[in-house]
């Protein structure tokens, strides 16, 4: 198993974090948390100059045609700049389910991805928010209209199209539908991380075969290497975003005066940011051991995923928590950025299946179902 870089995903990541820290500092990462839009077109122009929206498009629809791992190396570092933006719903998640899914739709659709002149999000939690074929309600035919509503839409204020999941009488289908279609309207959702989430409501929205995505019957199919990957790019988040909570710590414990020396120098806190350190590898190792083992094509690899996403989760968690105790009082202030890490990871550990959801497919993986 090698989990070592190549030169292309080192030239990546290292051009990301310097832009990143160029145009993307803490203080516009605060600006963006308190804008209702919580996103900002220049950057999203900026990034689709640098070819990251279309960077799991194939070359032949425009795209990069890069794999996992390099989505892996870029995410790391939005997670490490609490980067906002619907990169991972859009780039990441809806790219994967429409690649996967083919047909003209589809293969239109990518180009415009790639090239970010089109944001595309998936609406599938209804009330039970439980991520489930066996949660599904809203009544899908197609040709046929909609009349429902989906909770938690991510970035539906920005999104140009939507894949709205549900059930019809052959089993959960898929279909691909434009925002600006008649019936369609969103409303924000209160949000404790200030992530942007939506509720979108379909009131008789109009839908005809062209709009169904691959095959009736077949959407959970069809989205579950969506969801699967979502759930890796969102554990790559927490571990980016872990990182620079280590650093921050690190960087305080040197500087911050205490009793006529560094607070660094006491044991408690060497023992606390020892903790971060291993919870913050811990976390990355898993996650790069689940990308190999989804890219190599191993069987195990839907359990490796979900032990990454879990342990993500809780140890993300768990970092945040911690770093607030040795900031102390400037941690807690909005004026720090620590809080805005501490959300993201807390945004991230619920997306894509939380920590009982995955927990769950491991406890299945190991015989305990």
Do not use: N
């Not at 939005?78 to 047909?103: D, E, H, K, N, Y």
């Not at 009349?147 to 959960?172: E, Q, S, Y």
């Not at 434009?178 to 839908?207: H, I, N, Q, Y």
């Not at 872990?242 to 023992?271: K, M, S």
Request: glycine content about 10%; hydrophobic content about 45%.
């Amino acid at each position: 198993m090698d989990l070592s870089f190549s030169p292309a995903q080192q030239l990546l990541q290292q051009s990301a974090r310097a832009f990143l820290q160029q145009r993307c500092p803490p203080e516009r990462v605060q600006e963006l948390a308190l804008d209702p839009r919580g996103f900002a077109a220049d950057l999203w122009k900026e990034i689709a100059t640098l070819g990251w929206p279309g960077l799991l498009v194939p070359t032949e629809l425009g795209g990069s045609g890069g794999g996992v791992s390099d989505a892996l190396a870029l995410v790391e570092e939005l997670g490490r700049a609490c980067f906002p933006s619907p990169f991972i719903a859009s780039a990441i998640v809806a790219t994967t389910a429409l690649a996967a899914a083919g047909g003209r739709r589809a293969q239109t659709l990518l180009p415009a991805l790639a090239m970010g002149e089109r944001i595309c999000v998936l609406a599938v939690l209804e009330e039970s928010a439980r991520l489930d074929p066996e949660a599904l309600a809203l009544p899908v035919a197609a040709p046929g209209r909609l009349t429902g509503r989906k909770l938690f839409v991510p970035d539906a204020h920005v999104a140009t199209d939507v894949i709205v999941l549900g059930r019809a009488a052959a089993g959960p289908t898929a279909l691909l539908l434009p925002m600006d279609r008649e019936g369609l309207t969103t409303r924000p959702l209160d949000s404790m991380t200030g992530d942007k989430l939506f509720e979108l409501e379909l009131a008789g929205v109009e839908t005809g075969p062209d709009d169904v995505l691959g095959a009736p019957g077949q959407g959970w199919a069809l989205l579950a290497p969506a969801f699967r990957l979502g759930a890796l790019t969102r554990s790559a988040e927490m571990a980016g975003a872990a990182q620079r909570v280590l650093e921050l710590c690190v960087e305080h414990a040197r500087v911050r005066v205490q009793g006529g020396r560094p607070i660094g120098g006491y044991q408690a806190i060497q023992h606390a940011c020892a903790d971060l350190f291993r919870d913050v590898e811990s976390a990355r190792w898993l996650m790069w051991e689940a990308a190999w083992k989804l890219e190599s094509g191993r069987p195990d690899a839907d359990a490796a995923i979900a032990t990454a996403k879990a342990y993500g989760a809780l140890a993300g968690l768990r970092v945040a928590r911690r770093g607030h105790q040795i900031m102390g009082a400037i941690g807690y202030s909005e004026e720090h950025p620590l809080h805005l890490f501490h959300k993201r990871i807390l945004a991230a550990s619920l997306d894509a299946g939380d920590a009982g959801l995955h927990l769950e497919t491991v406890a299945r993986a190991i015989g305990l179902a």
